[in-house]
T-cell receptor
Framework: GESVGLHLPTLSVQEGDNSIINCAYSNSASDYFIWYKQESGKGPQFIIDIRSNMDKRQGQRVTVLLNKTVKHLSLQIAATQPGDSAVYFCAEKTGANNLFFGTGTRLTVIP | DAGVIQSPRHEVTEMGQEVTLRCKPISGHDYLFWYRQTMMRGLELLIYFNNNVPIDDSGMPEDRFSAKMPNASFSTLKIQPSEPRDSAVYFC?????????????FGSGTQLSVL
């Protein structure tokens, strides 16, 4: 079955440094991936997405990398700020199926 | 745009009582999703609607759970009778026809505690 997991359940980063949050998936047929940010007491908020026909996609201060060979997804946050502290979820989608969410990584930014 | 609106934000009830959670999706969105979030299981899809019609309710835990969408701007998730193991944060999300079931917009959730 599908499996989306995160290598690091917690990550602490110094303010101003870059953050890298990793995600592994097991379904090679997954063709869409998405990252969400969830702050305390709030719902998940869309950050960036990528389709399987791409290897990289950039947004504002964020970059998502997709390595289909090893079924790995990562979210890079440049110049991490205190406001980036949150739980980050990756999710995968296969064909018409619905999103399947991973367990999340907690990012803590140290001032 | 006000985003997805859920009510109540917090609900505390006793075991056996009926609980009704409410959701107003983003205007114009065709898809509506109900998720449950717990520490043990993470985010689980319970049910989703397309144009007010339930499409997939395979995630609904059991018959105690029911969901309705009487019109395009309102949906409810009902638990009757509630049990302590139903304690979780329940999220409603919506999506437009453009994004189908991919880019979802989530509400702030309802924190449910069943004592």
């Amino acid at each position: 079955g599908e499996s989306v997991g995160l290598h690091l359940p917690t990550l602490s980063v110094q303010e101003g440094d870059n953050s890298i949050i990793n995600c592994a998936y097991s379904n090679s047929a997954s063709d869409y991936f998405i990252w969400y940010k969830q702050e305390s007491g709030k719902g998940p908020q869309f950050i960036i997405d990528i389709r399987s026909n791409m290897d990289k996609r950039q947004g504002q201060r964020v970059t998502v990398l997709l390595n289909k060979t090893v079924k790995h997804l990562s979210l890079q946050i440049a110049a991490t700020q205190p406001g980036d502290s949150a739980v980050y979820f990756c999710a995968e989608k296969t064909g018409a199926n619905n999103l399947f969410f991973g367990t999340g990584t907690r990012l803590t930014v140290i001032p | 745009d006000a985003g997805v609106i859920q009510s109540p934000r917090h609900e505390v009830t006793e075991m056996g009582q009926e609980v009704t959670l409410r959701c107003k999706p983003i205007s114009g969105h065709d898809y509506l999703f109900w998720y449950r979030q717990t520490m043990m299981r993470g985010l689980e899809l319970l049910i989703y609607f397309n144009n007010n019609v339930p499409i997939d309710d395979s995630g609904m835990p059991e018959d105690r759970f029911s969901a309705k969408m009487p019109n395009a701007s309102f949906s409810t998730l009902k638990i009757q009778p509630s049990e302590p193991r139903d304690s979780a944060v329940y999220f409603c999300a919506s999506s437009s026809r453009q994004f189908l079931n991919e880019k979802l917009f989530f509400g702030s959730g309802t924190q449910l505690s069943v004592l």
